[in-house]
């Protein structure tokens, strides 16, 4: 029997899909009589032309934990634009410096009338909050130094050397970069070297000889050195960095990588903001497609020579490379073609040897997670897999033979797709770790013994916890929100006790403006499945009224849209209700956070179980008594534009209206890596490609649908959208078409998605809502 849902009580609901973090959707600003006025587009796109202010600006920002122990720099305004910096020490719960906007600008005036290479003390240590003076110097950024407990300070176009342990501020004596171009310029471990990559060559800037030296010879053309061909850092690095070379322990040579793009297919992104429009050719791999070839070198700076690494059987992917941290193993991560498996293999970077120390088999596909992460001292590595159903933490030996799992159970270990760091406490012998435990909705931190054993928790407030631990691991940075906390900085000790919260930005801070409280809803179907949803009502909801839905989702692996977590897109929902809307979120199955059995759903064919689970979705709906059950829309962004497509397509009549923004249409037309490993290569799997493509059932659309995109979408690409329309021209279909010149897949600008979620809640009051005869 199907069950309706159990409530879990009035929370905020906002969404998770990262790659939506930049769009949007409301509409006008109108005072209530009590006072309180109604999120719109305007409060959202257009505060400064409205003469709002920021919400709560006074937020520390830039947070930095010291390369050694446990101090923390950041930046803050205190009543004036220009910030002050601050260096906090949690073991005494106290501010250990200060230096504000005037106190810099009197010591950099001070320290210009010294001689060269003298040093002045800046400010006392500590000191209270300045008076503010009309003479200020503005930190442009600032970075710890490795070893000596100081900081680089940027100001004004200059760098400025602050030593914390001797007070002292002078300037920053070391060379500058050579000048022309140079991509991820990264400091070796001894600070002596700088790398970076021009032309698609690399390059190391030694500080003390001054004198650049070339490492490598043969990049431009179809060859990359050291930096990452678009598929690769789209989705195997999640666009972390186009880097893609590391610096050896002992900072006497680089690994890197080598790509050939040599055969790969191009697709034409063009800029017509000119009268000449122009075009860059992308080598970009469509999926069935050749993939760029891709091989791992070791380069000395003493020979400049180029050792090639023997991996090996064949190979098509190289998904990670790590260093030991002693320096004598590099550590490289391979996939097949069908990303089926995936082998962990130490390399000699000296001899160019390597041999797999253990192997990763899914029938479906395999993750790569990052890794190995290294003990220290030889005592082996932690690994993460998804062997068992669900993502857990495994301890190997360093010969990859004896394996412990560290932690287990029918819940996921959530790794960063943005950082690849594991925090590891060696001196207490324990690794931290996020997981989805008390719930799927839940992101809450944990410990566990290097040893195995009982897992203990450091956060416990409901919601979604993101730490950063200081270097000595004592302490943690948590930056906390939930459904109905915007924002919460704090400072935690390694027991999960809050020592200061830094900042705050509380449901208040946004008056007179107000976001409502959506229900969190737990469904079962018929097969006892459980599925989340969200539905936010409007503040003035009426339960005699039959209001019309837009249901919102995302559908696809890595991402989700019901979670604890506020997010940035409440105050869309809300603008989108506050025009007489109900707002459902629902996460089908293929989404993340619930295992690989829920996740394979989308295994070789990308809608269908989706579909049918959306369908489930839309009867609940339809049996509550003020929803209008023929008066319901859906929307997504990418793959939930794709669903969208689907939707209207494949389930004819379910849903009145539907809009898609930036959606795959033909997943022929996207890439090779997120393609084939979802729905195999298209060769293989002819009807589940057809299965999957809206193109193919353009003729079956129901209802209104509107299209948008981005002309110059590097990663989903407008022939797409051109596909689509093709399609239903042909089936004599109408729609609604806005394109975006000059913009990618975020369709960035605060006009530009001002103006799309206009035409988006625009379109949804059209369809969706009566006409005054009550059709």
Not at 223 to 251: C, K, Q
Not at 470 to 483: E, G, I, T, V
């Amino acid at each position: 029997m199907m069950q309706w849902p159990k409530r879990l009580g009035h929370l905020f609901l906002i969404g998770l899909y990262v790659c939506l973090a930049f769009a949007g959707k409301p509409s006008l600003a109108e005072e209530e009589p009590d006072g309180w006025k109604d999120i719109t587009l305007e409060w959202i796109y257009q505060k400064e032309k409205l003469g709002i202010p920021p919400i709560a600006p006074d937020q520390p920002h830039d947070l930095q934990w010291s390369t050694e122990g446990h101090l923390l720099a950041y930046l803050v305004s205190y009543a004036t634009e220009a910030p002050h910096l601050v260096i906090y020490d949690p073991a005494q719960d106290a501010t250990a410096f200060l230096i504000s906007p005037s106190a810099l600008h009197d010591a950099i005036i001070r320290l210009a009338s010294q001689p060269e290479g003298a040093s002045i003390a800046p400010t006392p240590a500590p000191r209270p909050f300045p008076q503010e003076a009309t003479a200020i110097a503005r930190i442009d950024g600032y970075e710890w130094l490795k070893k000596s407990g100081g900081l680089r300070l940027h100001v004004g176009g200059k760098r400025y050397m602050w030593d914390l342990k001797a007070n002292r501020l002078r300037e920053d004596v070391r060379p500058e970069l050579p000048e022309g171009e140079k991509n991820d310029v990264t400091f070796s471990p001894n600070e002596r070297y700088a790398a970076y990559t021009r032309a698609n060559d690399l390059y190391v800037y030694d500080l003390e000889q001054k004198k650049e030296l070339r490492l490598t010879h043969d990049g431009g053309g179809t060859i990359l050195n050291g930096r990452m061909t678009w598929v690769y850092w789209e989705e195997l690095h999640y666009r972390r960095s186009w880097r893609a070379f590391e610096w050896s322990p002992d900072s006497t040579a680089i690994a890197y990588l080598q790509f050939d793009e040599a055969g790969v297919s191009l697709y034409p992104v063009v800029d017509y903001s000119n009268p000449v429009p122009a075009t860059r050719m992308m080598p970009y791999p469509k999926t069935g497609t050749k993939n760029p070839a891709v091989r791992v070198g070791v380069v000395p700076l003493s020979t400049r020579e180029t050792r090639w690494i023997d991996l090996g059987e064949p190979y098509e992917y190289i998904a990670e490379m790590a260093w030991h941290p002693g320096g004598q193993i590099l550590a490289i991560q391979t996939l097949n073609r069908a990303q089926t498996q995936l082998r962990l293999l130490f390399a000699d970077p000296v001899r160019g040897t390597s041999r797999v120390i253990l192997e990763e088999n899914d029938p479906a596909w395999v993750n790569a997670h990052g890794g190995p992460y290294f003990l220290e001292k030889g005592k082996g590595f932690l690994w993460l897999s998804e062997r068992t159903g669900y993502r857990h933490l495994y301890r190997y030996s360093e010969d990859g033979k004896k394996v412990k799992a560290l932690t287990q159970g029918e819940w996921e270990v959530n790794p960063s797709l943005w950082e690849i760091s594991l925090p590891i406490d060696e001196a207490k012998g324990r690794v931290f770790f996020n997981a989805s435990k008390p719930s799927p909705l839940e992101t809450q931190f944990y410990s566990v013994s290097l040893q195995g054993g009982k897992i203990h928790p450091l956060t416990r407030e409901p919601g979604t916890h993101d730490l950063t631990f200081s270097s000595d691991r004592r302490f943690a940075l948590d930056h906390f929100n939930s459904l109905s906390v915007p924002q919460r900085v704090q400072v935690l000790d390694d027991k999960g006790r809050i020592i200061r919260v830094l900042g705050e930005r509380t449901m208040e801070d946004y008056a007179p403006y107000r976001i409502n409280i959506p229900e969190i809803v737990e469904l079962k179907n018929a097969d006892g499945l459980t599925f989340y949803g969200s539905l936010l009502k409007p503040f003035d909801f009426d339960p005699n009224k039959r209001y019309p839905v837009i249901l919102h989702m995302y559908a696809g692996p890595g991402g989700r849209v019901v979670a604890n977590q506020f997010g940035n897109r409440s105050p869309l929902d809300m603008a989108m209700v506050n025009r007489g809307f109900l707002l459902f979120r629902f996460d089908p199955r293929g989404t993340t956070h619930r295992g690989r059995a829920w996740v394979n759903a989308i295994h070789r064919n990308a809608c269908d179980i989706p579909l049918q689970d959306l369908r489930f979705a839309v009867e609940y709906l339809k049996s509550l008594p003020y929803v209008a059950g023929d008066r319901i829309g859906i929307w997504g962004w990418s793959n939930g534009g794709y669903m969208t497509c689907a939707a209207m397509t494949k389930l004819p009549g379910v849903f009145r209206a539907g809009a898609a923004v930036a959606p795959v249409t033909d997943w022929r037309l996207y890439d090779t890596i997120y393609t084939e490993r979802y729905m195999g290569l298209p060769d293989e799997n002819a009807e589940g490609y057809k299965a999957s493509v809206p193109v193919n059932f353009a003729k079956q659309l129901e209802g209104a649908l509107l299209l948008a995109h981005g002309v110059s979408d590097d990663n989903v690409h407008i022939q797409n959208i051109y596909s689509l329309v093709d399609a239903l021209i042909e089936a004599e279909k109408n729609y609604e078409l806005y394109v975006y010149p000059q913009r990618d897949h975020g369709i960035g600008g605060d006009d530009r998605q001002y103006h799309l979620f206009q035409r988006i809640i625009e379109f949804f009051e059209k369809e969706l809502k009566p006409d005054p005869t009550g059709n």
